[in-house]
């Protein structure tokens, strides 16, 4: 569960944009790609590269979002979040 | 540290940092009990909080800074928490030390901020919330092993129940003594100082906690895409229900014990105008500020208890999408919809809103929403003027009229938030994030004293004003004075009073102004009197037509109808102007009350004089239009 930040994984290798992660399906936060960092709000708030996440639901309306990330959940608007890439797959 | 064991002769200061939902205000509540003070950051929307620790010898301030995750600026709230820890915030002296407030049950996000704030090097004591959370979910928690490990001295408490509380108001008294926090590895960035966090968790053992399976189960109801909207829809209905009838009661006693007063007081006093002073301008303003209190009990009753259960943000979370497309947020619907009843408390409700941004935009919008104070005003004009009529057979003219009435508020509301955050507001949309706490049971005590300090947040901060100037107006209204003249009846001489009043002269003046809008003097002086509160436009009316009493609703609408100009002998007043009036109410923002309460809310008069500008240019232009296409029609 520890994050595995050195998880030698080059950039784009299985990485897929968090919004198109399914509802339930868990998934870490990748290294972001040279000139896009992750917005420096996300990271304060924990999304930070190796850091297990998943999608708890979507609000009735489609969004905002609920997310599940460090033992809490958070509401984001997807245009917050649309510019991070995760890798599927649990951490474990 | 031992430089710092002086006897100190000032004050302690400590503060209270956390993340939003820590639970940090819920200890500070319980720190300092009723001392709290609640006002603003000089100039900003951000809440300041202060109050005195309970139970010290030793006189200690805390302060309770605005909710964060981060302590490097970004937001205003965190541009106030940067500035206050690092002792650059003007009027905000140092600070003896600094009082992290952490939810146990989240600790691998909340020891992030931690890290931040050990970088400041003052002293740092740790609190850990809701520890018996901790527990019902499997996992353990040793504030020891935590306190060996950074150093720094931590308690863990459950702060609604008093549970460890002892040690905390004892350290409080002498932040010097605390143990200073062991020497740690740099970290510049969130990767360094999460990974920091993560090694941290794993060393005390803080596992994974097992889901909080009740909100899991509660959530897949009232998130779910039909349910949850229907028990949304449902919550609100009640909330808007509950201000709109139950606080009726409650005002109509407020309002009939004013009266009955102020009868009494004429009866008992010599007549003069030292009597009217007190009947008319002192009891009546007191009458008039109290009248607000049942509405505002209600809805903070409402507002807090949804919030202390968890409800509140999943409310926002379902309706934040539509909230969206006008640039709110869904923290805005609420105080939105409070706004139906009073504007008073809806925009007192904007608190609620974390994003300063957001906030300003609702509270700006806030008096568009058709607020009860208008209907009486719409119901003796439509009543007067619009035909008893049902269209199609089934609906009601009058009552057609109405709801445009009310449609038209709202549609300006969002409409106005839009273009706000198009223009005036400008800029990128405040980051919208917002946790969903677990259910919790509220508790009653709590629940009682977060309604008494919104109760007396209002009657400090806008009592006062609301009195003074319903005290002007009054003035205005019965100065210069004429002397009765025993020849005419009562009515006839309260109607030669205002006449001669300074009211009326700026009524006549107002004429050319409004001529165009389809008003005479008359409409004029009432629209002056409904600055203090716009249902007084209604008995202005009555004591311009010397009709009896206000109260008298059938004379003075068959009054209005029979109003002849002398001059030509046509009707003064008719549908087209009274349509024109009802728009005029649509728009304006007849009530010093919202304004005073704007003022206070933002930090400001800039923002309610704007406000009054712009909603005063609209409801001209509105009226103009109404007037002279229905006029035009009708004719």
Request: glycine share 8%.
């Amino acid at each position: 569960m520890q994050a595995a930040a050195a998880d030698a994984t080059a950039p784009g290798d299985g990485e897929v944009p968090l919004l198109a992660l399914a509802v339930g399906a868990r998934a870490r936060i990748a290294e972001p790609r040279p000139g896009l960092p992750i917005p420096q709000r996300l990271a304060d708030l924990g999304f930070v590269p190796g850091t297990e996440l998943w999608i708890v639901r979507r609000a009735p309306f489609g969004d905002p979002l609920e997310l599940e990330l460090r033992g809490y959940r958070l509401c984001l608007r997807a245009e917050q979040v649309e510019s991070l890439r995760v890798i599927p797959g649990a951490a474990r | 540290m031992s430089a710092a064991v002086e006897l100190v002769d000032r004050p302690v200061r400590v503060a209270l940092v956390g993340a939003p939902n820590a639970g940090k205000t819920t200890l500070f509540n319980a720190l300092t009990g009723s001392s709290a003070r609640v006002g603003n950051y000089p100039g900003v929307t951000v809440e300041r909080r202060e109050g005195t620790l309970r139970h010290s010898p030793r006189p200690v301030r805390v302060l309770d800074l605005p909710g964060t995750y981060s302590v490097v600026g970004e937001t205003l709230d965190e541009q106030i928490v940067e500035k206050v820890l690092a002792g650059r915030l003007a009027g905000e002296s140092e600070l003896d030390g600094i009082v992290a407030v952490l939810d146990a049950t989240t600790l691998r996000r909340g020891l992030g901020l931690l890290r931040e704030l050990l970088k400041t090097g003052r002293p740092i004591a740790l609190v850990l919330t809701m520890i018996d959370e901790v527990r019902a979910r499997g996992g353990k928690i040793e504030p020891a092993r935590l306190s060996a490990l950074l150093g720094i001295p931590v308690l863990g408490v459950v702060g609604h129940r008093g549970v460890g509380m002892d040690p905390l108001f004892r350290i409080l008294q002498e932040p010097w003594r605390w143990s200073k926090p062991l020497a740690l590895p740099p970290a510049d960035d969130a990767v360094a100082r999460f990974a920091w966090v993560d090694e941290v968790c794993r060393k005390i053992g803080a596992e994974q906690l097992e889901p909080d399976t009740r909100t899991d189960r509660i959530d897949r109801l009232l998130l779910d895409p039909l349910a949850g909207v229907a028990v949304f829809g449902l919550v609100m209905l009640l909330l808007f229900q509950s201000i709109f009838s139950w606080a009726v009661p409650a005002m109509n006693a407020i309002d009939a014990g004013f009266g009955e007063l102020e009868r009494a007081s004429r009866a008992a006093l010599p007549a003069g105008w030292l009597t009217d002073l007190w009947t008319d301008g002192v009891l009546a303003g007191v009458g008039s500020v109290l009248v607000f209190l049942p509405q505002i009990a209600i809805l903070f009753t409402f507002i807090h208890l949804l919030q202390d259960v968890g409800y509140m943000a999943r409310a926002a979370f379902v309706v934040d999408r539509v909230m969206g497309w006008v640039g709110l947020q869904g923290r805005s619907f609420v105080p939105l919809l409070s706004c139906y009843a009073c504007a008073v408390p809806g925009i007192m409700a904007t608190r609620t809103i974390q994003s300063p941004r957001e906030r300003l935009a609702t509270i700006l919008v806030a008096p568009f929403m058709t607020c009860s104070a208008r209907l009486p005003v719409y119901t003796l004009l439509i009543a007067a003027f619009v035909p008893h009529r049902a269209l199609l057979g089934v609906v009601g003219l009058q009552g057609l009229v109405l709801f445009a009435l009310y449609l038209l508020g709202a549609a300006t509301a969002l409409g106005s938030a839009a273009l706000l955050g198009s223009t005036l507001l400008k800029g990128k949309p405040s980051v919208f994030y917002m946790e969903l706490p677990p259910y919790r049971w509220p508790t009653v005590r709590l629940l009682a004293r977060q309604v008494w300090h919104s109760a007396r947040a209002f009657l400090k901060r806008a009592g006062t004003i609301i009195l003074a100037t319903s005290v002007v107006l009054w003035a205005l209204l019965s100065f210069p004075r004429s002397a009765p003249d025993p020849a005419r009846t009562p009515a006839e001489n309260a109607r030669a009073s205002l006449e001669a009043s300074v009211a009326a002269h700026v009524g006549h003046a107002l004429e050319p102004a409004i001529a165009p809008l389809g008003f005479d003097w008359k409409i004029g002086v009432g629209l002056v009197a409904s600055l203090a509160a716009r249902e007084v436009i209604v008995a202005t009316l009555a004591q311009t037509y010397a009709v009896a009493s206000k109260d008298d609703f059938a004379g003075l609408r068959d009054a209005l109808r029979s109003d002849v100009n002398p001059a030509t002998g046509k009707p003064e007043f008719g549908l087209p102007a009274a349509l024109a009036l009802c728009v005029f109410f649509v728009f304006a923002l007849q009530c010093t009350s919202t304004m005073v309460v704007m003022a206070r809310e933002t930090g400001t008069w800039r923002w309610p004089a704007l406000a009054f500008g712009y909603m005063l240019a609209l409801a001209w232009t509105a009226s103009f239009v109404t007037y002279q296409l229905t006029s035009r029609l009708a004719g």
